[in-house]
């Protein structure tokens, strides 16, 4: 076969003089692979360290962080020292000064840098926890978003929802009750029962699974119990090293109490911690929101969440949000761009509110708008400046992880029946419980794997996990599988929104992204590997293998290998016995991956099972 060029046979030597390598010897099975070497390192980190051979003053490489960075001197009288946003600051003093560490709304990043904690990082934290402001500010969130209810007495406390209500569901409290209708120290006395003991389903009455103390819980042990805080006490906390979003708007059918009732509270406490220039209150009312103007204070209007996917609906006239004197607007991620757009044109501060994905970031980049409010702040920043992919089996301890995301989530649903972003905590053995119908009969229902994505190496690694069913399906089903969705561009939701059926997809969401590979495991016990090859054909098989059928509550262990050129599959029974497939495959070596338990399909019949995964590990292979 004619190589390098040639018209015919010959062959090639190829050299690098250090710190350029090269492997391989040309051939289809060990092409020539030219790369950077130094000090150990390769790629990017290669090159920093090279460059920093030849660096001169003002400049220093750390080897711990293998970056280059502003090197500061250490003489005596030095003033200049690293900012919380990472630049360079001139404390003009001989100490610095701890006021220079603080946020106000003037100093957050300019467009579109700014991400904001919805719910206090809700994906991690109970929704009013102390634990969730203590997170956020670990984590130099921009803004940090708390929902504000108004006492009886026009004190400012914490709500979880914005229903403004306390229930005894999850609450020490004896009768469930508006917090309107309630007095502070009432509201401030009362336990708050989000942590250890309450389990996903514990909403739900009868409760179809017993509470106990050694569940863990929604939030698993880390979340402890704690008392209903009051506003001045988490603005305390807060001290002004971040801007906090108080959100006092109310849902749209809410009939008590009203907001102008509701937004007392809030302002009372922002006065009395001298908070002005660092809290933004958010209401729903154009009036409202003068009212918070008078005050002093900045006002954010939250529009009524958008009727369906791409909805083109301007909830206000962007010339009478000027006039309430609102300037700054937090527009859900449904809306249009074009009704981002037009907000943006009018001067106002726009965050996107809803998905923390990857994807939705290039997307607030892409509008130009002045960043996002979502419930993930730690992923949808992503892994450049403070890498989140350290974490190891978050579901061992009985959390969620950086990036674990469902289709669920995307829309702001955390504790649904339908698709549990936490699973319930057993006794007896840690890993997720994915429950009965999640996807509801869709196809490629899945959770991303996001606190290893974007994969280090996405073309030479392996992922092991281990998958038991603790219920079989029935009617049984070869539809009914679990595995991963990988070599996936982005992090978009693979799931398959229901196009022609409103009651499974309300809101029009279009179907998710399919090109990508699928590595699963049927309960009839088929292994395989598939793909789809282009973004609306049918899926196509690479290879399958029939192995022993699944018995229930028996773990089986498995192993994914993906290589430049080759795919490989390998089931592990609970014996040691090892069924393998491959496939020469070379379409798709994307970054992102997704844990996918798929039951049936549109029209067909129910196949539910409840299914268990733990150790999902990822290396790159030597």
Same mark, same amino acid.
């Not at 991400?115 to 969730?132: D, I, R, T």
């Not at 509701?262 to 660092?278: E, K, M, P, T, Y």
């Not at 290879?543 to 192993?559: C, H, L, Q, R, S």
């Given at each position: 076969?004619?190589?390098?060029?040639?018209?015919?046979?010959?062959?090639?030597?190829?050299?690098?003089?250090?710190?350029?390598?090269?492997?391989?010897? =040309?051939?289809?099975?060990? /092409?020539?692979?030219?790369?950077?070497?130094?000090?150990?390192?390769?790629?990017?980190?290669?090159?920093?360290?090279?460059?920093?051979?030849?660096?001169?003053?003002?400049?220093?490489?750390?080897?711990?962080?293998?970056?280059?960075?502003?090197?500061?001197?250490?003489?005596?009288?030095?003033?200049?020292?690293?900012?919380?946003?990472?630049?360079?600051?001139?404390?003009?003093?001989?100490?610095?000064?701890?006021?220079?560490?603080?946020?106000?709304?003037?100093?957050?990043?300019?467009?579109?840098?700014?991400?904001?904690?919805?719910?206090?990082?809700?994906?991690?934290?109970?929704?009013?926890? /102390?634990?969730?402001?203590?997170?956020?500010?670990?984590?130099?969130?921009?803004?940090?978003?708390?929902?504000?209810?108004?006492?009886?007495?026009?004190?400012?406390?914490?709500?979880?929802?914005?229903?403004?209500?306390?229930?005894?569901?999850?609450?020490?409290?004896?009768?469930?009750?508006?917090?309107?209708?309630?007095?502070?120290?009432?509201?401030?006395?009362?336990?708050?029962?989000?942590?250890?003991?309450?389990?996903?389903?514990?909403?739900?009455?009868?409760?179809? #699974?017993?509470?106990? %103390?050694?569940?863990?819980?929604?939030?698993?042990?880390?979340?402890?119990?704690?008392?209903?805080?009051?506003?001045?006490?988490?603005?305390?906390?807060?001290?002004?090293?971040?801007?906090?979003?108080?959100?006092?708007?109310?849902?749209?059918?809410?009939?008590?109490?009203?907001?102008?009732?509701?937004?007392?509270?809030?302002?009372?406490?922002?006065?009395?911690?001298?908070?002005?220039?660092? *809290?933004?209150?958010?209401?729903?009312?154009?009036?409202?929101?003068?009212? @918070?103007?008078?005050?002093?204070?900045?006002?954010?209007?939250?529009?009524?969440?958008?009727?369906?996917?791409?909805?083109?609906?301007?909830?206000?006239?962007?010339?009478?949000?000027?006039?309430?004197?609102?300037?700054?607007?937090?527009?859900?991620?449904?809306?249009?761009?074009? #009704?981002?757009?037009?907000?943006?044109?009018?001067?106002?501060?726009?965050?996107?509110?809803?998905?923390?994905?990857?994807?939705?970031?290039?997307?607030?980049?892409?509008?130009?708008?002045? =960043?996002?409010?979502?419930?993930?702040?730690?992923?949808?920043?992503?892994?450049?400046?403070?890498?989140?992919?350290?974490?190891?089996? /978050?579901?061992?301890?009985?959390?969620?992880?950086?990036?674990?995301?469902?289709?669920?989530?995307?829309?702001? %649903?955390?504790?649904?029946?339908?698709?549990?972003?936490?699973?319930?905590?057993? @006794?007896?053995?840690?890993?997720?419980?994915?429950?009965?119908?999640?996807?509801?009969?869709?196809?490629?229902?899945? @959770?991303?794997?996001?606190?290893?994505?974007?994969?280090?190496?996405?073309?030479?690694?392996?992922?092991?996990?281990?998958?038991?069913?603790?219920?079989?399906?029935?009617?049984?089903?070869?539809?009914?599988?679990?595995?991963?969705?990988?070599?996936?561009?982005?992090?978009?939701?693979?799931?398959?929104?229901?196009?022609?059926?409103?009651?499974?997809?309300?809101?029009?969401?279009?179907?998710?992204?399919?090109?990508?590979?699928?590595?699963?495991?049927?309960?009839?016990?088929?292994?395989?590997?598939?793909?789809?090859?282009? &973004?609306?054909?049918?899926?196509?098989?690479?290879?399958?293998?029939?192995?022993?059928?699944?018995?229930?509550?028996?773990?089986?262990?498995?192993?994914?290998?993906?290589?430049?050129?080759?795919?490989?599959?390998?089931?592990?029974?609970?014996?040691?016995?090892?069924?393998?497939?491959?496939?020469?495959?070379?379409?798709?070596?994307? *970054?992102?991956?997704?844990?996918?338990?798929?039951?049936?399909?549109?029209?067909?019949?129910?196949?539910?099972?409840? =299914?268990?995964?733990?150790?999902? &590990?990822?290396?790159?292979?030597?």
């Amino acid at each position: 076969m004619a190589r390098c060029g040639c018209s015919g046979s010959c062959s090639c030597v190829v050299r690098g003089a250090a710190p350029v390598t090269v492997t391989g010897n =040309g051939s289809v099975q060990q /092409p020539y692979v030219v790369s950077l070497g130094q000090d150990g390192q390769t790629g990017c980190e290669a090159i920093a360290a090279c460059v920093a051979q030849n660096l001169g003053p003002g400049l220093a490489y750390d080897k711990g962080t293998g970056k280059i960075q502003t090197k500061l001197s250490r003489d005596a009288g030095q003033t200049v020292r690293f900012g919380s946003d990472g630049g360079l600051l001139d404390t003009a003093g001989e100490a610095p000064s701890p006021g220079a560490c603080g946020r106000t709304i003037e100093s957050l990043p300019g467009a579109p840098g700014v991400v904001g904690a919805y719910a206090l990082a809700g994906l991690h934290n109970p929704y009013s926890s /102390p634990y969730g402001v203590d997170y956020c500010l670990a984590h130099q969130v921009d803004i940090i978003g708390m929902s504000v209810a108004t006492t009886s007495d026009d004190v400012g406390v914490l709500s979880d929802y914005d229903d403004c209500r306390i229930t005894e569901d999850r609450s020490s409290i004896y009768v469930s009750q508006d917090i309107r209708r309630m007095s502070a120290d009432t509201v401030v006395s009362t336990y708050n029962y989000a942590g250890n003991v309450d389990d996903p389903v514990a909403y739900l009455r009868p409760q179809s #699974v017993p509470r106990s %103390d050694r569940r863990g819980g929604w939030y698993g042990w880390l979340a402890q119990r704690y008392h209903q805080p009051g506003l001045s006490d988490m603005l305390t906390k807060v001290g002004g090293k971040a801007v906090v979003m108080l959100q006092c708007h109310l849902p749209e059918d809410a009939t008590y109490p009203t907001e102008a009732e509701n937004v007392r509270g809030a302002i009372r406490s922002v006065l009395q911690c001298c908070a002005q220039h660092w *809290a933004i209150v958010a209401v729903r009312e154009l009036e409202t929101a003068t009212t @918070i103007v008078n005050a002093g204070i900045t006002a954010c209007l939250v529009p009524p969440r958008a009727k369906v996917y791409g909805d083109t609906t301007m909830p206000y006239a962007p010339e009478d949000v000027v006039a309430s004197g609102a300037t700054w607007m937090v527009l859900d991620d449904l809306y249009h761009n074009v #009704v981002f757009q037009a907000y943006k044109d009018a001067g106002l501060q726009v965050l996107m509110w809803g998905n923390s994905r990857h994807t939705w970031k290039d997307r607030a980049q892409a509008l130009g708008i002045r =960043g996002s409010y979502v419930l993930d702040p730690v992923y949808y920043r992503g892994p450049e400046e403070h890498d989140y992919r350290g974490e190891v089996d /978050p579901w061992e301890h009985r959390r969620p992880g950086v990036g674990h995301l469902t289709y669920r989530t995307d829309h702001r %649903d955390v504790t649904s029946a339908g698709g549990y972003v936490r699973g319930r905590a057993e @006794i007896a053995e840690q890993g997720l419980i994915i429950p009965r119908n999640f996807g509801d009969g869709q196809g490629r229902p899945s @959770i991303l794997i996001g606190w290893l994505c974007p994969l280090q190496d996405a073309t030479d690694y392996t992922i092991t996990w281990a998958m038991k069913w603790t219920g079989m399906p029935s009617p049984a089903s070869g539809t009914a599988k679990m595995g991963l969705l990988f070599g996936a561009a982005s992090d978009k939701d693979p799931y398959a929104w229901a196009q022609k059926d409103p009651a499974l997809n309300p809101l029009k969401y279009p179907q998710g992204p399919q090109m990508m590979y699928r590595a699963y495991q049927r309960t009839t016990g088929e292994i395989g590997l598939a793909k789809w090859s282009d &973004a609306t054909g049918p899926i196509q098989y690479l290879a399958a293998k029939t192995t022993p059928a699944i018995t229930a509550n028996v773990w089986n262990d498995y192993e994914l290998k993906v290589e430049p050129d080759k795919i490989t599959f390998t089931r592990i029974s609970a014996g040691g016995t090892r069924y393998t497939v491959a496939a020469a495959d070379t379409q798709y070596r994307g *970054a992102y991956f997704f844990l996918e338990k798929e039951e049936s399909f549109q029209g067909e019949a129910a196949h539910q099972f409840e =299914g268990k995964v733990k150790n999902m &590990a990822y290396r790159r292979n030597p």
